[in-house]
């Protein structure tokens, strides 16, 4: 596809969606807003996210295109209140993008925060993006550099962004050997606690545990969610694995003792492994 064919495929979306808000059009789009296509937008993402993690690529195309129909449906709706157009938004990404890009675009106004000799490595460009923002795009305005993570994170990112933000400002209190301690060091703080029966006392202790996993995770080189999800993927193979061995001894698992279970999952196990 050229970028003719690109040009005609977004003009044809945008125009659907301006027919699907129009006085003749749909019911149902016409009464959406901003503020109620916000659970639609994440759910899209996560579906999308989703595909590319099961690497199905027609479903990938799918998801992607779910996306798209979403930011462009809360453009055209900015559009219809004054707010804003899709090409103010197309151009203003298309902009910054240069401007972070000065390696790749000599011309660009990012140039005046670029590193001397120019970004080499993944690691010099992120350092760069970042004197670019504080200096030309004036984002270091914020009261502490944890202000630049939006609040709306899931917890779990949050926290990863928190720590390898700090870290790069400088803030960095432990390395590889110290996080493992201080993994055991909560571990033996959340047993205790828990031994107290005192439910504020273990959802601190709780929380502690896992920033410490988080921050020894990250200083591992391994992006939690990434690993997490690989994870949740590799206990939903096992538990659906444990169901069929259980419907083929004519039983659920809810009536299953607890060795049979556990026979279950080390099978299951070794299917997968």
């Known amino acids: 596809m050229n970028g003719q064919d690109t040009k005609e495929a977004f003009g044809r979306l945008y125009s659907i969606i301006q027919k699907l808000r129009a006085p ?22 996560f ?25 462009a449906m809360i453009t055209y709706m900015n559009e219809q209140l004054g707010n804003f157009t899709a090409a103010d938004v197309l151009n203003e990404v298309s902009d910054k993008i240069i401007r972070r890009h000065p390696h790749v675009f000599p011309n660009s106004e990012g140039q005046q925060n670029a590193l001397e000799g120019g970004a080499k490595t993944a690691e010099q460009v992120l350092t760069q993006w970042d004197a670019i923002k504080r200096g030309i795009e004036n984002r270091g305005g914020e009261k502490s550099i944890l202000d630049e993570i939006p609040k709306g994170f899931p917890p779990l990112l949050k926290a990863y962004k928190m720590r390898k933000k700090a870290a790069k400002a400088g803030f960095e209190l432990d390395d590889k050997e110290s996080a493992f301690k201080k993994l055991e060091n909560k571990l033996a703080e959340l047993k205790a606690a828990a031994q107290t029966e005192n439910a504020q006392a273990v959802e601190v202790e709780a929380g502690e545990l896992l920033a410490c996993a988080v921050n020894l995770v990250r200083l591992l080189k391994v992006d939690p969610n990434v690993a997490l999800e690989n994870a949740n993927t590799r206990f939903y193979s096992r538990v659906s694995s444990g169901e069929a061995q259980a419907k083929e001894n004519h039983k659920d698992l809810a009536n299953c003792t607890k060795q049979e279970l556990e026979i279950f999952w080390q099978n299951a196990q070794k299917k997968l492994s």
């Open 47 to 71: 579906e999308a996210v989703d595909a590319i993690t099961q690497n199905d690529t027609p479903h990938i195309k799918e998801e992607l295109g779910d996306v798209f129909l979403n930011t």
């Open 24 to 45: 003749d059009g749909c019911p149902w789009d016409r009464e959406q807003t901003p503020l109620t296509m916000r659970s639609d937008l994440i759910e899209e993402t």
